[in-house]
């Protein structure tokens, strides 16, 4: 057996913790498994004296995490502070400059300087992995990089934000609006300390960015995902989606057309019968398209101690193993650059507007969907309040550039109160 | 790049011409992701002159597959042959012997000689690569023994067999007796030759045996595993557990207990809404269970050429891009000896039989479940036939042997007509 692998561990929150106990825990099993005993020889994090609920006092101490991913008796840097920039990015590239192969969990990170920290474990021969930073304990970068490597990529989806999907999930459950679900979820601290991350799509975009860079070789391109959060999403949308056989999800869209890259996240309806549908709480999905094998679906925890830990330790026990793959599955170098591009496949939609109560204002809503080509297949007015008219459509199959050509129209009729909200219907 | 990684393909049926079109037509993207070309260089199989739709005429040719496995021209055998013995076992110890790496999706040949090939395997310093042999298309082997290599598993399950879910799906959905649509399967090609291997639970039984031995670090045991076949499903129970909200499935189980290693592949009840019960035709479903990770869900094609071949050709990658995991996810010689026992999770069962029309009869059934500490949850009887009597019984969660124990009783009384079916309901 091989000389002993050494971590050195840089963040130890929730995910760091985790490693620390798998690693004590399971010190036999993994030994068995990676052919070579795996220790932690190094930690860092912001207080030392903080009870963590594991014992790390056989671990020498650094106050600084650069200090520590240039430790001599550290082979693997395992980053878990999080964050796009400041100490996550300079320990990464102090530690990978320095010799070591990375492991982290850092979407924001990787979805912003993906390129060049590749670039840079390349021309140093190591290893960058980030298994954990996508959908959590689901192993579906390793799927999507080596498991479908056979394959030419057509789409990748997913829903990759548990706290979006708790909030939709609870919301339609107690029958909660978007604000107090919202409250709640922070009060629970299931939120980041910029809750846009989160609910605005921002987290889950970048973890969709990492996936299709690895599907269609291109760049990591965090710009190009067109982003729609959860927040403009009702208590009566949940409803009235519900009554017509679906659940609104934030649904991460990507696929590589003819005229680009096309990334898009945003909340969508999907049939309740759908295993996209019925994905409870906080549980990930990960679908993956690819033209020999067909569609993938991965399902499992996308967060948490355990699953995210899971994920970490799974890189770097192919480290230990020997696996050295570039870190978007073929060298950095040879990426091309995306070309973004409109999302624009052909869905249905649901469209929600309030109407002023007055003679003609549907009409006009209905002219203007025609005169921009979309056809109606379903529409109802619900209940009036006052003088105002909620009113629910649901198009034929048409393009988002059709849709909100007609929004623009009738909104400039002047009948619709506040602003529309239109959600894509996705048959997955 | 280094030089090309010239395959060998044993084998040109199915699979083996879905392995050629894939290096053919994406000879390109392969060669970025996996760091150096590969190309076919021999093929062998049967008939040299059978039209198989693609294009092996640049291939050298080998009737004989031993003869190919040692070709100095060839560094990957591909074994797509079938068969546990004869040629596809001498092919694979041949070409283990000659100092060349293998992938073969053969479950048969492993779940009987796993243990032997991967000690050749590794004693010769080879790969010996087996994805395509479980679940098709899914990237499960690759899943459980990397990307749960740092959770102690706790259980793993699967629907395995498409064939088998094919019939039961359209038994429900057409209302057709088991005995028909067997028929229809064996017209459209679907059978094996020997249709037990279907059936009878066989084929998924190899597939549970060989991620068992992963799972748990134990030595294959196909032995080990309880058999039970879903031709005892009858249309009537597709019904019955339809009424309930149940699906039936041939699933199987495989867990580590205190008692040694449970293997079972048994039909079994599971609710139609659960991603079990949901699952469609010939799709098959993997569950893996570990400590740290939670449950992971992986669904797919579970059989085609595109599929299969998808997974050959990422154990393949994974080949060329160096990766030399032991076939059993740890050195083989050091995989333990599996001390199989009995399933007996408690769980609920769905009971089905026929009581001959007297007065008694009924409590002459119950006595026995009582006697055997069974406990009653629900109990129909049905629309009678001449003078018998169908009976439905779902019992509280209860062992097997204790159901046994009571079906072994009641039907000693005699009032039984025909034998009785006990499937398992699972709440997966």
Known sequence: MSDPLRLGIAGLGT???????????????????????IEITAVSARSRDKDRGADISGYAWEDDPVALARRADVDIVV?????????????????????????????????????ALAERAESNGRALRFEAAVAGGIPCVKALTEGLAGNAVARVMGVMNGTCNYILTRMEEAGLSYETVFAEADQLGFLEADPALDVGGIDAGHKLALLAAIAFGTRVDFEGVELEGIDRVSIDDIRHAGDMGYRIKL????????????QRMAPCLVPKKSPLGQLPGATNMVVLEGDAVGQIVLRGAGAGEGPTASAVMADVIDIARGLRIPAFGRPAASLDTAVPARARAPLAYYLRMTLQDRPGALAKVAAALGEAGVSIDRMRQYDHKENFAPVLIVTHKTTR?????????FTATGVV????????????
Do not use: F
Request: a negative charge.
């Open 251 to 262: 649904l991460g869209v990507a696929q590589m057309t003819g005229r680009g890259l096309e």
């Open 15 to 37: 995910v760091g913790i985790g490693v620390v106990k798998i690693v004590q825990q399971h010190a036999a099993l993994i030994a068995a498994r990676a052919g070579r005993s």
């Open 79 to 115: 980053e878990l502070m999080g964050g796009s920039d400041g100490p996550a990015k300079a320990v990464t590239e102090a530690a990978l400059s320095a010799g070591k192969d990375v492991v982290c969990a850092n979407k924001a990170l990787l979805a912003h300087h993906g390129q």
């Open 401 to 409: 550039d059709a849709i909100e050509a007609a929004i623009d129209n």
């Open 417 to 428: 109160v506040g602003e529309p909200v239109a959600l894509a219907i996705q048959q997955v």
